[in-house]
């Protein structure tokens, strides 16, 4: 049983991440509404993602001079803890600070969260040989949501029912980091990552058109959320801070379940694969994209731009990114198809059937003749 260990840690250490995404976004969100205007949202998430992408740097600088991802997985959560104890009291006992500190929370928020799903993926790689990998990454996945259900409709109702303060919610973000610092101590160690640098990645993604389509798919959900954030920060931004914190935990529910459907892009990929890929389009990329999300914002809600449009561009900018994203998903069928195949013939997709799992030379040629026979149509 010792050697499930490590499974059983990282099928707990999401759920877990996921809960602290969603109680540090809605945390900082409050917080810095409650000093600052809406308007100021874009330009945060402009200088958060600039500080995200060195952050990113700066890990990835530390593998390869040897530092283990496993010790990453286990240092960063814990240092993270103590930061969040930092700000609670700094918050608590220097209020006069409440600008500055607001501003820096917001910072680390997004910046120990990405990390922590970084630094997730890359130690579960390693983790997971490919057996392992069909059985359980799958449930990982699935984890997610379910952490992130749990937090909105879970545990802020249940923080709200005792009255625990917003400043008192990143306490309960501490103890989650905390713990998922210690969960990770029991994954096994691995080697150096065997990735190599970036643009390894970059290189490989060039060369395989699903990965193009996945990393455009990432990039139209990111940039959509960004819109969609300033907007609705815009207007909860009039409201009590009870109301804010809890429709902020509501929104985070919805949004689980609209991004559901993007798991599945991820589908006809390896196990391996994935984790790799994953670890680079949730990471560095998406802070890219953050940064275009950012500065379009900006720019659709500028004065010049609301003179000539009126105040929805933004609504119309999110209505064209959404032409745009169904019409690659039409185009991104075939090469879905393909890098299925590629997987299901090399016995790589992650099913547990019997009957699915060990392909015969009959079956693999079957589905070759029908899936060639199709393509021709």
């Known amino acids: 049983m010792v050697h499930h260990c490590p499974h059983v840690s990282c099928l707990m250490c999401l759920p877990i991440s996921s809960s602290v995404t969603v109680l540090g976004s809605v945390t900082r969100d409050t917080i810095f509404l409650r000093v600052y205007d809406s308007r100021y949202i874009s330009h945060m998430v402009l200088v958060m993602s600039f500080a995200t992408a060195y952050a990113s740097t700066a890990i990835s600088q530390l593998q390869q001079r040897g530092v283990l991802a496993s010790t990453i997985a286990c240092a960063f959560p814990a240092v993270s803890s103590v930061v969040m104890l930092v700000f609670w009291g700094v918050l608590i006992h220097v209020p006069a600070l409440v600008h500055v500190t607001s501003i820096l929370l917001y910072m680390w928020v997004e910046i120990s969260g990405q990390l922590l799903a970084q630094q997730f993926w890359d130690t579960c790689s390693g983790a997971f040989n490919v057996t392992d990998s069909k059985q359980y990454f799958g449930a990982i ?37 905390a713990t998922i610092g210690l969960s990770m101590l029991v994954v096994t160690p691995i080697p150096p990552p065997r990735g190599g640098p970036p643009t390894s990645v970059i290189s490989e993604i060039q060369r395989r058109s699903y990965l193009k389509h996945v990393c455009f798919f990432e990039f139209g959900a990111t940039v959509a959320r960004v819109f969609v954030d300033y907007s609705t920060l815009a207007i909860l931004g009039q409201y009590p801070e009870a109301t804010v914190k809890a429709a902020l935990g509501s929104i985070n529910g919805v949004q689980s379940f609209l991004m559901m459907p993007l798991q599945l892009l991820w589908l006809p990929l390896h196990a391996l694969d994935r984790s790799k890929f994953k670890s680079f389009v949730t990471g560095p990329f998406r802070s890219l994209a953050r940064v275009l999300g950012a500065l379009l914002s900006m720019a659709l809600t500028s004065d010049v731009v609301t003179s000539y449009c009126g105040s929805s561009a933004v609504s119309v900018g999110v209505i064209v990114l959404g032409l745009v994203w169904f019409g690659d998903a039409l185009a991104a069928r075939q090469a879905y198809a393909a890098e299925f195949y590629a997987s299901l013939k090399k016995g790589h997709m992650d099913v547990t059937s019997s009957h699915l799992v060990d392909f015969t030379t009959d079956q693999v040629g079957s589905f070759e003749i029908c899936m060639e026979s199709r393509w021709t149509l």
Request: net charge negative; hydrophobic share 50%.
């Open 141 to 177: 996945t699935f984890g997610s949501t379910i952490g992130t259900l749990f937090a909105s409709f879970g545990l802020i109702p249940i923080m709200r029912t005792y009255d625990v303060s917003t400043e008192g919610t990143l306490v309960v973000v501490a103890l989650l980091q």
